[in-house]
C-alpha cells in the first residue's frame, strides 16, 4: 500500500522568501512521485515528477524538489515566492500497476505582500 | 493540443437521482483516469480505463461506474446519489498505462452538488 503525508495544511510565507512544502511518501515499491498545483477552480497542473532518475527535479515556474530515499521525502521548494504561486499543492505517489496516484491531504500556499 | 475537457462543469441534483459525466482525453491518451475531490475526504482514485477496460478501482461503493468507448472518451455514472457525493470530480488522461510513470494531466473537473 502507498500513502503521502503533507506536513502542515496551511503554509504561508512573505513574497519574495523560500517556500518550502512538505511531502514524505510511504510505498513498498520504487515509487513515481510527483507535485501538482491546483488554482481556484481549476484541475490540477503538473509541476514536477520524480521516476527514477535524477534525484533532484526541476519543475515549472522556478520550483525543484529532491528525492532522498533514506527519508523518505519529496520536498518542493522555490527559492523566491511570488504571489501568483499562492495555490493549493499536491503530492502524489504512483506504484507500476497501472495510473492510479495516491494523493497527499494538500498544502495550501499563502503569500504575503 | 486540446487539453482534458470534461462535460459538464457544473451539475446539481437530488438525493436519489443519478448523472453521467463525461471525459475527453487529449488525443493519442489511452488511459483515463477519475478522481473525487470533496474537503473531507481530499482526491480519492475512483478507476482507471485503458483501451475499453477497467485497469484499477479505488474503494468506492458499486454505485459509482465507469467506461470508455473506442475513441478513448470516458464516463463515469454515479446512481442513486447521496449527499456525500458531492465533489469536484475530476478526470485525467495519460498517453499509455506504462505502469505509474506517466503524467497524467487533468481536466477542470465537473463540479456536482447533490441536494
Known amino acids: 500500500a502507498q500513502s503521502v503525508t503533507q506536513l502542515g495544511s496551511h503554509v504561508s510565507v512573505s513574497e519574495g522568501a523560500l517556500v518550502l512544502l512538505r511531502c514524505n511518501y510511504s510505498?513498498?515499491?520504487?515509487?513515481?512521485l510527483f507535485w501538482y498545483v491546483q488554482y481556484p477552480n481549476q484541475g490540477l497542473q503538473l509541476l514536477l515528477k520524480y521516476t527514477s532518475a535524477a534525484t533532484l527535479v526541476k519543475g515549472i515556474n522556478g520550483f525543484e524538489a529532491e528525492f532522498k530515499k533514506s527519508e523518505t521525502s519529496f520536498h518542493l521548494t522555490k527559492p523566491s515566492a511570488h504571489m501568483s504561486d499562492a495555490a493549493e499543492y499536491f503530492c502524489?505517489?504512483?506504484?507500476?500497476?497501472?495510473?492510479?496516484?495516491?494523493f497527499g491531504g494538500g498544502t495550501r500556499l499563502m503569500v504575503k505582500p | 493540443k486540446a487539453g482534458v475537457t470534461q462535460t459538464p462543469r457544473y451539475l446539481i441534483k437530488t438525493r436519489g437521482q443519478q448523472v453521467t459525466l463525461s471525459c475527453s482525453p487529449i488525443?493519442?491518451?489511452?488511459?483515463v483516469s477519475w478522481y473525487q475531490q470533496t474537503p473531507g475526504q481530499g482526491l480519492q482514485f475512483l478507476f482507471e480505463?485503458?483501451?475499453?477496460?477497467?485497469?484499477n478501482k479505488g474503494n468506492f461503493p458499486g454505485r459509482f461506474s465507469g467506461r470508455q468507448f473506442s475513441n478513448s472518451r470516458s464516463e463515469m455514472n454515479v446512481s442513486t446519489l447521496e449527499l456525500g457525493d458531492s465533489a469536484l470530480y475530476l478526470c485525467?488522461?495519460?498517453?499509455?498505462?506504462?505502469?505509474?510513470?506517466?503524467?497524467?494531466?487533468f481536466g477542470p473537473g465537473t463540479r456536482l452538488l447533490v441536494l
Open positions: 485525467a488522461s495519460s498517453l499509455a498505462a506504462a505502469g505509474g510513470r506517466e503524467t497524467q494531466y
Open positions: 502524489a505517489v504512483s506504484g507500476s500497476a497501472g495510473n492510479m496516484l495516491t
Open positions: 510505498s513498498s515499491v520504487p515509487p513515481y
Open positions: 480505463y485503458f483501451s475499453e477496460t477497467q485497469r
Open positions: 488525443s493519442g491518451h489511452r488511459s
